[in-house]
């Protein structure tokens, strides 16, 4: 009975994942198309979509790892404003201290001292890797709402509202007679 409760965890957390790589393809993605638009303005190429790609399935990764060790899981009883600011805070220190690790291994496998790789990470300057880690904390927002509200309707019953077909018949406040 262990080995499928195991089976069906492992089974949704590649659920979890694929559709965290889904959201945040498209949302990193749409920031690429727009720096490409905005750089072709200025006959300036850029044609970075599989680093996109690449960071989307890395960061989803990321935050599948964190949501297993509860990182964010503090502030639960509280109006989901809370959980969800929280949350994201938590996930969006966490891609950035995953953001520097990974940097120190790239700069360590290719040769370079920390000093340097520090010193090729803060090249771009204060302004775009703070505008960088907003976009990323924006990314995380409406994604963390979502689960939040998810877990507070109880297993299943988001997604069942948003893929489910209703009934004709129901009656409410919004139904058109």
Do not use: N
Request: with cysteine.
């Amino acid at each position: 009975m262990e080995k499928q409760g195991v089976r069906d965890r492992v089974i949704g957390e590649l659920k979890k994942t694929c559709l965290i790589f889904a959201y945040l393809t498209l949302f990193l993605g749409s920031f690429s198309i727009y720096r490409r638009m905005l750089l072709a303005e200025y006959r300036v190429s850029y044609f970075h979509y599989g680093y996109t790609i690449l960071e989307a399935l890395v960061l989803a990764k990321v935050i599948v790892f964190g949501s297993v060790l509860r990182i964010g899981e503090r502030y639960r009883d509280r109006p989901l404003i809370v959980p969800t600011l929280y949350k994201t805070l938590c996930f969006a220190i966490l891609l950035l201290a995953f953001s520097i690790l990974e940097h120190l291994l790239t700069g360590w496998w290719h040769g370079k001292t920390a000093a340097a790789t520090v010193q090729e990470v803060l090249e771009p300057g204060a302004w775009e890797i703070l505008s960088q880690v907003q976009v990323k904390f924006l990314a995380l927002l409406p994604l963390f709402a979502v689960w939040e509200v998810g877990r507070v309707l109880g297993d299943g019953k988001l997604f069942a509202l948003f893929f489910t077909r209703r009934a004709a018949t129901q009656v409410g406040p919004d139904s058109v007679t």
